[in-house]
């Protein structure tokens, strides 16, 4: 595993890079709003270990619930960066994200993201990205007609029953929208919120799910499938 410093403009930015031995796919991992994809160490490193390049770019915090126009701008540009660092470009690219990172890679996947009436966001899309795993996936974004007409991507989608901050409708959303065009398979996992997803929750939290560990374990193996399929 090692950091890299990047250039975006004038400021820069971090991003974790956990190499593979000849690897055959290169996951970009979006973190959520708390900024730090290394919560999610154990996962990123068990796609390395099944043949992934992981690129993981980090993020300052959000400080509040919802994501400005200008942050969300600034993740996806940075996702982009993030990825063309790495090269590779003979390799697919699936993406990963948790929360608000499933909202960014689903607008990199060609989705239309707005942020209220008249303010759609504009997002280059990433023709690298074929595939998509989201968790606890932010989805309100989308809701707009149209908004995920572009997004033709295979999608394994997981909720938490007792996410108060992204409930499971969110994810459910998403089959509806892109049931006609684009393959789907929405898990709704009956007592987890929505920190359940992360190998290290922010302080604080109370985990619903009696046991976490055990979950991790499985939700790992499904998506080391999904990535490597």
Same mark, same amino acid.
């Given at each position: ?46 796609? $390395? ?26 993740? $996806? ?81 997981? $909720? ?60 790992? $193996? ?8």
């Amino acid at each position: 595993m090692r950091k890299l410093s990047l250039q975006d403009g004038a400021e820069t930015f971090d991003v974790t890079v956990i190499e593979a031995n000849a690897p055959s796919r290169i996951v970009l991992f979006a973190v959520g709003g708390g900024g730090d994809p290394e919560r999610h160490l154990p996962l990123l490193t068990c796609f $390395a270990a099944c043949g992934c390049a992981v690129v993981a770019p980090h993020f300052e915090r959000f400080t509040s619930p919802r994501a400005t126009e200008s942050q969300f701008l600034l993740r $996806a540009r940075r996702l982009t960066l993030a990825l063309e660092s790495v090269g590779l470009p003979d390799l697919v690219t699936v993406g990963v994200g948790h929360s608000i990172g499933a909202a960014m890679l689903l607008a990199l996947a060609g989705g239309l993201a707005w942020m209220g009436p008249g303010q759609c966001l504009s997002i280059t899309p990433v023709e690298r990205i074929k595939r998509l795993a989201l968790l606890a996936p932010a989805t309100a974004f989308f809701q707009a007609p149209q908004a995920l007409d572009r997004v033709t991507t295979p999608i394994l989608a997981f $909720a938490g029953m007792k996410d108060t901050i992204t409930p499971p409708a969110q994810a459910e959303f998403l089959k509806h929208a892109l049931g006609s065009h684009s393959p789907i398979d929405v898990r709704i996992i009956e007592d987890a919120g929505h920190f359940s997803f992360m190998n290290k929750p922010p302080p604080a939290t109370e985990e619903s799910l009696p046991n976490r560990e055990a979950f991790l374990v499985g939700l790992t $193996a499904e998506l080391c499938r999904f990535v490597t399929c």
